[in-house]
């Protein structure tokens, strides 16, 4: 009899998944026995054998009863309908039957064989294609989870050697192909994991050194070098050392670099962006400085660096860092530099904050998305990791002239992966320390003004007049302020808005906070320089009380960068006449004219944004930890979470619902731009508020970001807000605030493609909502988790979970909760091939859309209806469902809904034949621009499978095999089985097609494609 397929999976955790359900395999003793008998499949293993496996050389009395009983158990495990089919106990012993692709294993040795024989060849498209879906088998180490006897542990063994060759076989293909940068990328991660492997190594090196970077070759070489030394006491071999020789003389054997590969998806037009904050007016000083900055700066005047140190740039990119005590103006200094500087530099001067001393630290990854999606690069198009976000911006700056000002850094590990290395850019950073990197970078030391300076200073802020009726006491407070900036404009301003004060009056004040000791302060970054404090301290304490108040509350705020709002949150206040975008207007004046806060812009509402120093924002904290009490400042930064909340809550119903006439972009009412301009200080927010034990808050702003999130296309921001929640969530000890968090990251890793790590979240999740007598939060993540697999091979998983969410929204009464689950029962559905059934899922919904009035969600489930009547061939009803959603999407600038109902409109214009083809390519053309331009890798591969299946209609098979086979590579990466075997059929369909009699393909199977 025909066995019901069952897919085995040894190439990680062991599984057995039979009609999308993954299988319970029962204990550590008979997931041992199940591993023995699939590493031996079709062959019989002794009930001895299968004792020793389980129990080594010392086994119970009872082993060969037990061995029958857990054989029993996977017979009933593995279906019904094969029983000793399946497994059966011949005279030689039991002997598991495994058709060739049901076992991962299998399957990986086969694709390896056949990547091997191409390469052989000299066919490196295809060895490619069969390696690189080889080692996509792989889910982490073989038989992870299970005990290894001696066996399965040389087993383990030998498959992870198969594994690193077949790498190694990839990476030798990818190298012949010219895509030099790609493996480059995977060869980094497995050299780190497997440091003592000099073939990876050399294979790295010769990457690195053909994508342009000879440094990061030899540094390359430093580790392995290092790594052999440490952990055997050796040198490294002589293939290693050959190829370091060759670096270092830039050995022509070793090939030039190519032209450089054409990106996965195309980058953005480059627009010419000037982030730089407004020059200051009172600048003063600094010529030889600057003079010196300038020289360093420009590139054809930079000056030789001899010997650079692995990995740091090159003088051809050259890297300027500013040190110098806090307050002394390096950002002043960079400001001025970097507008002067705006024709050495005509395509652009990017200005980043990263805010090194004050505020949670941002890391690299996070400073290159900010500045990438400055440069136009989609937030969903963003690499996950670091290193590939940096090789996105140099391919940017490639050829350009781009100055990049990287503001207030912390530390080496910050800046480095910020440093483009780009012929014709540069870079310029201030920070307080001198980083290790400086080895490869020009220090300039920016020191206090002299006394000349800080009189000039001092009568532009104060006004000429009053310093030079006191000029003893003008001394003494040019004295005071030892010539740092800061403490000068500070002082200035005390005088400037105090009319009726002496020159010396402030002189004594100064004094006076000279001698006061400080007190404790928060942290150690408040302001340990006498001269800044005793100019803060003298500006604080005249302040009239409701302004110092104010001055204190912002010293809670987790950055120095503020909204107008946010200070109004704190003090509970209202800013009447909206001049201060929420805060209260008369305090901010004050400390304006203070010079303790400045104005930084406007979001996209148009209200205005704030700053201060950083070391007036830790005097500010300092001063809020020693004056106001405990129960205060956690309700004030309640009502700031509070005020957040509220804005989150209304932009996403703003997203869901539309509201068309008030998405005027920049109106007071578009809060859809605020969320944009806002993306980061949320994300900071939410972190801060978790780090900082608001745990309802927190739970109450990831719930309200989740959607957000979704519809933004925000994968960075969604991960980091899910990631704080849970964090909060298992130091409080809520169960159900753990799960619910748990369910958000899962939905956020499965939407970039991560759907194993998602479904293992959502199964632990949703268990432990059952368990804790949580249905409707249970429901929730039933849905999701319901649509993200319902095409990826587990259809009915998600039949059974959509069905479950939908009962359960019912008896809970949540008509909006129910039209979610019957959309996603509507979709797997559709993906069982049952589109009948679909549509009459999906009819009861489309009647709650409609009475609700939601756009978003009548848009989704008229796309979804539309998918389910092509399946019963009724295009006209689809098509005019189509129209409708299509309409509903942009109503509400939903622009991944609108891409994927023009796929649908193509699909239609396919099916309805050869005569209707060529209107399928306008629509579909569309849908791929946003496609790209969002990131959207599902859509991408759906919608070049039917471009090629329209170009195929048209007699076009060239373009139809392109299209086809970028489909199927697409369907792969995402693990989505059945459109990846469509695809597959398709294109042998056209193989077929295309060859003469006779002259067919070896094995129509194999993929005739380039991978790309």
């Known amino acids: 009899m025909e066995l019901p397929r069952v897919e085995f999976k040894v190439l990680g955790p062991l599984e057995a998944v039979a009609d999308g359900r993954t299988l319970p395999l029962g204990g550590p003793r008979q997931r041992t026995l199940l591993a023995t008998l699939l590493v031996n499949a079709d062959i019989p293993v002794t009930a001895d054998r299968l004792c020793d496996a389980i129990w080594g050389q010392a086994p119970p009395a009872s082993a060969q009863a037990n061995v029958r009983s857990y054989v029993a158990a996977l017979r009933k495990t593995l279906g019904p309908g094969s029983g000793e089919d399946r497994l059966g106990l011949g005279h030689r012993g039991y002997q598991l039957r495994v058709r060739p692709d049901e076992l991962d ?147 022509p054997a070793l090939g030039t670099a190519p032209a450089p590969v054409r990106p996965a998806r195309p980058l953005p037009a480059w627009r010419t962006v000037s982030q730089l904050p407004a020059d200051i007016a009172d600048f003063v000083g600094r010529d030889l400085v600057m003079s010196r900055a300038a020289a360093l700066l420009e590139p054809t005047a930079a000056p030789p660096v001899a010997a650079p140190a692995p990995g740091v740039p090159s003088p051809a990119a050259p890297v300027v860092i500013l040190t110098g005590p806090p307050g002394v103006g390096k950002t002043a200094l960079a400001v ?227 909204p107008g709002w946010a200070l109004a949150a704190l003090l509970d206040a209202d800013d009447h006449d909206g001049s201060h975008g929420g805060a209260p207007s008369a305090v901010l004046d004050v400390l304006l004219d203070a010079h303790l806060v400045q104005a930084e812009g406007a979001d996209a509402q148009g209200r205005p944004r704030y700053r201060t120093h950083d070391l007036l924002h830790a005097y500010a904290a300092e001063r809020a930890l020693a004056e106001e009490p405990p129960h205060w400042r956690r309700e004030a930064t309640a009502r700031v979470l509070d005020a957040c909340l509220t804005r989150v809550r209304a932009a996403g119903d703003q997203l869901i619902r539309g509201e068309p006439g008030d998405l005027v972009r920049g109106g007071p009412g578009d809060l859809v731009g605020w969320l944009e301009s806002e993306r980061d ?94 249905p409707h939060h249970a429901a929730r993540l039933r849905t999701h988790r319901s649509f993200a697999v319902a095409d990826r091979g587990m259809a009915e998983l998600a039949h059974d979970d959509a069905r479950s969410a939908a009962e359960a929204m019912s008896r809970l009464g949540d008509a909006h909760g129910r039209i979610l689950a019957l959309r996603s029962l509507g979709y797997a559905l559709v993906c069982l091939g049952r589109q009948a059934e679909a549509v009459l899922a999906l009819e009861p919904a489309l009647e709650t ?49 609108e891409a994927y109902a023009l796929v649908t409109l193509g699909r239609i214009h396919v099916r309805l034949g050869s005569d209707q083809a060529p209107r399928a390519l306008g629509p579909l053309a569309e849908a791929a621009s946003i496609f790209t331009e969002l990131g959207e890798r599902r859509g991408e591969a759906l919608t070049s499978y039917w471009l090629g299946k329209a170009h195929a209609a048209l007699g076009e098979t060239a373009r139809a095999t392109s299209r086809l086979a970028e489909a199927l590579t697409g369907f792969r990466v995402l693990r989505m089985p059945f459109w990846a075997e469509t695809a597959r059929r398709e294109l042998g369909d056209l193989a077929r097609a295309a060859t003469p009699p006779g002259r067919g393909p070896e094995d129509p199977s194999e993929c005739p494609f380039a991978v790309r």
Not at 196 to 220: C, F, I, N, T, V
Not at 418 to 432: D, E, K, N, Y
């Open 105 to 251: 294993l299998h399957r990986f040795e086969d694709l390896a064989a056949r990547g091997r024989k191409a390469l052989a060849a000299a066919d490196h498209n295809r060895a490619a294609c069969h390696l690189r879906e080889a080692l996509d088998l792989w889910r982490g180490d073989a038989f992870d989870g299970v005990a290894h006897n001696e066996a399965l542990h040389i087993e383990a063994v030998r498959l992870e050697e198969a594994r690193l060759t077949v790498v190694e076989d990839y990476a030798e293909a990818r190298l012949a192909l010219g895509e030099h940068r790609e493996a480059a990328a995977m060869l980094r991660e497995q050299t780190a994991l497997h440091p003592l492997r000099e073939s990876l190594w050399a294979k790295l090196m010769l990457a690195q050194y053909r994508s342009h970077r000879p440094g990061d070759a030899l540094r390359s070489y430093a580790l392995a070098r290092a790594a052999l030394r440490e952990e055997l006491g050796l040198e490294p071999g002589d293939e290693l050392r050959r190829l370091h020789r060759a670096v270092l003389v830039r050995d």
């Open 336 to 562: 001025r530099l970097a507008h002067l500087l705006r024709h050495a530099f005509p395509d652009g001067r990017l200005f980043l904050r990263l805010d090194g001393t004050r505020g949670p630290r941002r890391p690299a990854g996070a400073v290159l998305a900010e500045l990438l999606r400055s440069l136009g690069v989609a937030a969903s198009s963003l690499p996950e990791v670091t290193v590939d976000r940096a090789a996105m911006l140099r391919l940017l700056l490639s050829g350009r002239k781009v100055l990049v000002v990287l503001d207030d850094a912390r530390d080496e590990d910050q800046i480095r992966p910020l440093l483009s290395g780009i012929p014709g850019c540069a870079v310029l950073v201030t920070g307080r320390t001198r980083p290790a990197v400086a080895a490869g970078a020009h220090i300039v030391d920016v020191a206090p003004l002299d006394d000349a300076e800080s009189r000039l200073l001092l009568r532009r802020t104060a006004g000429p007049h009053r310093l030079e009726a006191e000029p003893e006491a003008t001394d003494w407070v040019v004295a005071g302020c030892a010539g740092l900036p800061l403490a000068l404009r500070v002082a200035g301003a005390a005088l400037a808005v105090r009319p009726h004060w002496r020159v010396s009056c402030l002189a004594d004040r100064l004094a006076g906070a000279h001698d006061t000791p400080a007190d404790p302060a928060p942290d150690d970054s408040a302001p340990d320089d006498p001269a800044v404090r005793a100019a803060v301290a003298t500006a604080y304490r005249g302040l009239p009380a409701d302004a110092a108040r104010a001055f204190r509350a912002i010293g809670l705020l987790p950055s120095p960068r503020f």
């Open 681 to 774: 200080g949320l994300v900071t927010l939410v972190e801060f508020a978790a780090a900082t034990g608001h745990g309802p808050h927190v739970a109450a702003l990831a719930s309200a970001l989740e959607d957000v999130c979704h519809l933004r296309n925000w994968w960075d921001e969604w991960d980091r807000v899910a990631r704080a929640a849970l964090d909060r969530a298992e130091a409080d000890g809520d169960p159900v605030a753990v799960a619910v968090a748990q369910g958000s990251l899962a939905r956020a890793r499965a939407v970039r493609g991560h759907v194993d790590d998602a479904v293992t979240r959502w199964e632990q999740a949703v268990e432990r909502l059952d368990a804790l007598g949580e």
């Open 849 to 897: 859309a409609e009475r609700l009035g939601h756009p978003l969600l009548l848009a989704d489930v008229l796309q979804l209806l539309a998918v389910a009547e092509i399946g019963r061939g009724r295009l006209g009803r689809a098509a005019r469902q189509t129209h409708r959603a299509l309409a509903g999407y942009r109503m509400v600038r939903h622009r991944p809904g």
